[in-house]
């Protein structure tokens, strides 16, 4: 019901009055549905929830105190309600219930608001109710249930609402009041919820700000200084190129192309074929066609370094298939388009297929491109677009899919404003900039997650694209907070969804279920937000260092050999939260095996003028300068050993600028050599030039500074008695192995010590024993399997 005029009865009000014969009788109200409300996840804005009631009929009743005596003109009451699928799934709104107002805290002289005492009122959902009152007058507003409805978890009954408004002359006068509740069923803790103020931008879902849009012909587009290379890399023998053999075991065990194009074909009503496995719960079922996206962003990157006859021939019977689904209009998504708010699709699924494609394309699959701008010709002109950002679950997500599209070879200008007027949020943009915190783990707009690096990632695609500077400054203090506040030692993302993560929190245990630390995703998103700035500043070396920690301690760290990805990157236990259930199709896989098709673009940038060295990985990379082709290879057995040596071929002497990356994590100065000679010598966090006529034979040599370093943890899982450490080994993060809860007598005085106590493994590369210790050992957290370990030790010094 949309609205509903109630008016009370004579015989109502009569009895009203036989009951409380001392209230005065209840105005006429209006109710009012203003609409779908947003979610509201953070922890400033969950909703109040009373105590259980093991029956629905237990009164209990929440109060608030204006202050002074107010007008009351409108009751507003807010739904508490979980995420659906086409609407939210309301729990806790009042069956029945009444809304009084009165001068005394006691109510012995109580004024009717609102009265539903009578009968059920109708399940609101996630839809806000508004209550126009009559001119009724009072300090004290009460709202009382006496018949609950059920709890979010069935278990029992309660009363939960987001909030509660009370409007005089157009004002919400309640905002900050002080609240209280009956001693039976009231929660003391949640009652400041009632009364919070309204969020930045409303409560609704609807999101249409066309004043945000600005005109293509004014954009003044910010080019990139180098370039991560789309090709013309091959990988040497390391952990690169064994992780993408690994991943490409994973990708073609995991799932058939029939499998994968099966909701496509479900939706388009052509044939599937019989005896496929049942669709995944969840990651299938609520997200058709996430799982093709996942091999599309998986195998399409991988086929650019190197050619796999099987992984290219599915990618493209994939590309094919939704090729033969899409529809008329252009649309191609494996879900009816006019479900496209259900669970996460609009954001979530849309960006996996949009990704996919564009690998796809530029893998040389010749469909890829024009099946987006078709289906982007429809979705910029969609009649959902108002409500996909806070209508759909975690719709923010779809930004990155869009300004991605923009920078393909058939983006057009719309695809960009269409984001500029749907889901920019300025107060958010100033927020980022001024480096504030509770702008992170306090968005108010759904739950706080790293998911929300994907956002930031479309605001640098909107700097790169207009020029606008506010973008660049919100996500350089979105990056500074993430990197200062929620970024383990190590290099994982140490905020993930369903849970408290204040700044610093750095959790390394579940708190609840869905609630654990370090999501592969987010460190994927980590890599590529860092590598468009690395992209813009290539000398800026804090960016590469990004990079390089989040491959070793999140990319390899999480892969389970060719079998699959796990989820968390898990810092104390047991790894494996799929070791035993691989191959779920989960959001870590999808964006696990994308990472890890992608290896080959990190270690070089390209720029007009020469070539940047940023990672050590041996591979061999080829490019064109002033017209002369120039191969530099780069030979090493790094992290194992720290000798680096890069040898030069061209076909006739260039001209070129070779910059090496000198790594934040150096223990000293580094020098290198060209033919032998010391030629330059660079310090921690920098890259040195070397401007040359460069010829065949050319030999670059250089040892890197690598040493041990320790950092003390400070964040609140304490061990007792002790402080916990973690200990590297360059950008390797290193786990002790043999126990989850081990504490480490140090023989110095010292924590710091505890690095000379380390004795070398001679048959097992950086594999460290402990002298005075030898129940355990060190070893690279990339490489830890099915062991006990921490990455976080405690340390106690004699």
């Known amino acids: 019901m949309d609205r509903r005029v109630f008016v009370k009865s004579g015989a109502a009000l009569a009895a009203w009055g036989t009951v409380h014969p001392q209230a005065a009788l209840a105005a006429d109200a209006t109710q009012k549905n203003l609409g779908q409300m947003a979610w509201a996840a953070g922890t400033w804005y969950r909703p109040y929830v009373s105590k259980l009631s093991h029956t629905a009929d237990a009164p209990t009743w929440v109060q608030i105190d204006l202050g002074v005596r107010q007008q009351t003109d409108t009751i507003r009451i807010y739904p508490a309600f979980g995420l659906g699928d086409l609407r939210g799934t309301g729990y806790g709104f009042p069956a029945r219930f009444r809304v009084e107002a009165a001068d005394d805290p006691e109510f012995a002289h109580p004024r009717v608001l609102v009265d539903f005492a009578q009968n059920d009122f109708a399940e609101p959902y996630d839809e806000i109710r508004e209550f126009s009152v009559d001119g009724a007058a009072g300090r004290f507003v009460r709202l009382t249930a006496l018949k609950l409805r059920k709890s979010q978890d069935g278990a029992g009954y309660q009363l939960a609402l987001n909030k509660l408004g009370i409007l005089s002359g157009g004002r919400d006068v309640a905002v900050r009041c002080a609240v209280t509740a009956d001693a039976h069923l009231g929660n003391p803790k949640d009652l400041a919820q009632l009364t919070r103020p309204e969020r930045p931008m409303g409560e609704g879902v609807v999101t249409d700000n066309p004043a945000n849009v600005t005109a293509a012909m004014g954009w003044k587009r910010v080019p990139d200084r180098a370039i991560a290379p789309l090709g013309g890399v091959t990988l040497g023998e390391g952990p690169f190129k064994r992780a993408m053999e690994d991943n490409i075991t994973y990708l073609l065990g995991s799932y058939s192309v029939d499998e994968m194009?099966?909701?496509?074909?479900?939706?388009?009503?052509?044939?599937?074929?019989?005896?496929?496995?049942?669709?995944?719960?969840?990651?299938?079922?609520?997200?058709?066609?996430?799982?093709?996206?996942?091999?599309?962003?998986?195998?399409?990157?991988?086929?650019?370094?190197?050619?796999?006859?099987?992984?290219?021939?599915?990618?493209?019977?994939?590309?094919?298939?939704?090729?033969?689904?899409?529809?008329?209009?252009?649309?191609?998504?494996?879900?009816?388009?006019?479900?496209?708010?259900?669970?996460?699709?609009?954001?979530?699924?849309?960006?996996?297929?949009?990704?996919?494609?564009?690998?796809?394309?530029?893998?040389?699959?010749?469909?890829?491109?024009?099946?987006?701008?078709?289906?982007?010709?429809?979705?910029?002109?969609?009649?959902?677009?108002?409500?996909?950002?806070?209508?759909?679950?975690?719709?923010v997500q779809g930004m990155i899919a869009n300004t991605r599209m923009y920078f393909t070879p058939v983006g057009k200008p719309e695809d960009l404003q269409v984001i500029q007027r749907y889901y920019q949020e300025n107060y958010w943009l100033e927020g980022l900039a001024k480096r504030d915190v509770d702008m992170v783990w306090q968005y108010p707009y759904d739950r706080p997650h790293n998911y929300l690096i994907t956002d930031f990632e479309a605001y640098l695609d909107l700097y790169r694209a207009t020029g606008e500077k506010r973008y660049k400054d919100a996500v350089d203090g979105a990056w500074q907070l993430y990197h200062d506040n929620w970024e383990h030692v190590g290099g994982s993302i140490a905020i993930t969804e369903m849970g408290e993560f204040p700044p610093k929190s750095y959790r390394l245990e579940a708190q609840a279920p869905f609630c654990e630390t370090g999501e592969t995703c987010g460190s994927v998103f980590w890599v590529k937000l860092n590598q468009r700035l690395l992209n813009m500043e290539p000398e800026a070396e804090r960016f590469a260092a990004e990079i390089e920690k989040s491959i070793y301690n999140v990319g390899l760290a999480n892969q389970v050999r060719g079998k699959g990805i796990n989820y968390h990157t898990r810092l104390s236990g047991m790894k494996g939260d799929l070791l035993e259930t691989l191959c779920t199709n989960s959001c870590c896989e999808g964006q696990g095996t994308r990472l890890l098709g992608s290896l080959a673009e990190y270690i070089f940038?390209?720029?007009?003028?020469?070539?940047?060295?940023?990672?050590f990985e041996p591979s061999e990379v080829k490019w064109q300068q002033n017209g002369a082709a120039i191969t530099a290879k780069l030979v090493s057995h790094f992290p194992e050993k720290p000798e680096v040596k890069i040898e030069v071929t061209c076909a006739a002497p260039a001209e070129a600028k070779v910059r090496i990356r000198v790594p934040q994590w150096a223990s000293g100065p580094m020098a290198i050599a060209v033919?032998?000679?010391?030629?330059?010598?660079?310090?921690?966090?920098?890259?040195?030039?070397?401007?040359?006529?460069?010829?065949?034979?050319?030999?670059?040599?250089?040892?890197?500074?690598?040493?041990?370093?320790?950092?003390?943890?400070?964040?609140?899982?304490?061990?007792?008695?002790?402080?916990?450490?973690?200990?590297?080994?360059?950008?390797?993060?290193?786990?002790?192995?043999?126990?989850?809860?081990?504490?480490?007598?140090?023989?110095?005085?010292?924590?710091?010590?505890?690095?000379?106590?380390?004795?070398?493994?001679?048959?097992?590369?950086?594999?460290?024993?402990?002298?005075?210790?030898?129940?355990?050992?060190?070893?690279?957290?990339?490489?830890?399997?099915?062991?006990?370990?921490?990455?976080?030790?405690?340390?106690?010094?004699?």
């Open 605 to 615: 940038s390209v720029a007009e003028d020469g070539v940047f060295v940023n990672l």
């Open 261 to 395: 194009l099966r909701p496509f074909r479900e939706r388009a009503g052509k044939p599937v074929r019989a005896g496929l496995r049942p669709p995944i719960h969840f990651w299938d079922t609520s997200l058709p066609g996430s799982s093709a996206g996942r091999f599309l962003m998986g195998a399409a990157n991988t086929l650019r370094w190197m050619e796999h006859p099987r992984l290219r021939e599915a990618m493209n019977e994939i590309v094919d298939g939704i090729d033969e689904c899409k529809q008329a209009n252009g649309y191609i998504m494996a879900y009816p388009e006019e479900l496209m708010l259900c669970s996460e699709r609009g954001g979530y699924t849309r960006a996996w297929v949009t990704h996919g494609l564009i690998e796809a394309g530029i893998s040389g699959n010749p469909k890829a491109f024009t099946l987006l701008r078709g289906f982007y010709d429809w979705f910029d002109r969609c009649p959902q677009l108002p409500k996909l950002m806070r209508g759909g679950a975690q719709g």
């Open 675 to 798: 033919n032998g000679e010391q030629t330059a010598t660079g310090k921690p966090g920098s890259y040195v030039t070397l401007a040359r006529t460069w010829k065949t034979g050319d030999v670059i040599d250089f040892r890197l500074p690598i040493g041990f370093r320790m950092t003390k943890y400070v964040g609140l899982d304490r061990m007792e008695g002790c402080e916990r450490y973690a200990l590297e080994y360059g950008p390797v993060l290193m786990a002790l192995v043999g126990s989850d809860s081990a504490r480490l007598r140090v023989a110095g005085g010292q924590p710091e010590d505890l690095i000379h106590q380390l004795k070398k493994d001679e048959f097992h590369p950086l594999h460290f024993a402990l002298t005075g210790n030898s129940r355990w050992r060190f070893m690279p957290y990339w490489k830890v399997l099915t062991e006990p370990f921490t990455c976080f030790p405690g340390v106690i010094t004699a």
